[in-house]
Structures are given as C-alpha cells and as structure tokens.
C-alpha cells in the first residue's frame, strides 16, 4: 500500500534550501545555499515512467525566487510522482527549508497525495533509479498540510519506502 510513500515537493513551493556540515567549527559562517532563487542548475529530476533529467511538463521550475511544483501542463496525472534531487550528496548535515503548500492538485492523483510533500534524504543515487520504479530507496520528513477535512493529519512523521528503520532495537512497522 502507497499510502504514506510522497514525492519530494508534491504539493508544495521551496522558498529556500541551505546545509550545514554537522562537523562545522562555525556554523553560522559555513551554511551553503543549494538553490540560487534564479534556476534549477545543480538538481536533478526523475519522474516515474520517465528517464532521469526529464522534468516532464516542466513541473519543477522557479518563480518568483521559488521553486514550484506546477501541473498546468498535464492533461492527467497517470501517476508521475517526481522527485527533485540535489547533485551532490551529503552524508552528515544539518537542512534549512521553508516551504508551502498550494491548491494545485490533479483530481485524478491518489487522495493520498492531497497535501502532502516531503523531503527525502539518506536517499538512493537518482541515477540508479529505475524508469518504471515509482519511489526512490529513502527515508522521508514526511510534510502533510490540513485536507480541509476536519480530520488532523500528523506532520514531521517519517516515512521510509523501501527502507528498514530501527527504533530502540525493534523494526519500525510502516505502511506500503
């Protein structure tokens, strides 16, 4: 079951990324912004059913010093979950982000996905993603918005698609 598994920027518009290297002598002279405000240089997109660099309908792209996620260019979404990654890895850091969430959903998109978003890390090499693999090897920050539902929706939860995650010595139970 996919219920929990989303996509990096789903639903939502990044303002700003930055990192810190956890082992920094001076952590307020060492972050280093990995999105200009200007262009995507420097990140990588894979779509499921698509090949890698492929930003199909341009879906990823910047506005107003932001990053979207736009489909007004899809006639349907036929489950093109997309990610978004940045070119080079990181092992030991500290992330810095805004983001926020917008209206824009394709009705024909699983329900689940209404609002939610989330940033993947400890994350598969995009590279190695295969074409017709819908998610990548990761653990997410999994980021929910309120559905308007009246139902409280968790957020800041962790989601872990195709990943084993320990907790004091037991195996985290996840949903796929």
Request: charged share 20%; with cysteine.
């Amino acid at each position: 079951m996919n219920q929990f598994k989303t996509l990096l920027a789903l639903l939502f518009v990044l303002i700003s990324v930055s990192f810190i290297p956890v082992n920094s002598e001076n952590p307020d002279d060492n972050w280093q912004t990995l999105f200009t405000g200007k262009n995507l240089d420097g990140w990588v997109v894979k779509f499921y059913h698509h090949d890698l660099g492929d930003n199909y309908a341009n879906t990823f792209r910047v506005k107003d010093g932001k990053i979207q996620v736009c489909y007004d260019d899809y006639k349907e979404f036929n489950n093109r979950f997309g990610h978004l990654f940045y070119k080079t890895p990181f092992s030991s850091f500290h992330l810095k982000f805004e983001y926020k969430f917008t209206d824009q959903w394709m009705k024909d998109a699983p329900s689940y996905t209404y609002r939610n978003s989330g940033i993947m890390f400890h994350s598969q090499d995009p590279k190695t993603i295969l074409k017709e693999q819908d998610w990548p090897i990761s653990v997410e920050y999994q980021i929910l918005a309120d559905a308007g539902d009246g139902n409280p929706r968790p957020t800041g939860n962790m989601c872990s698609p195709g990943t084993e995650v320990y907790f004091e010595g037991e195996k985290y139970a996840t949903l796929h």
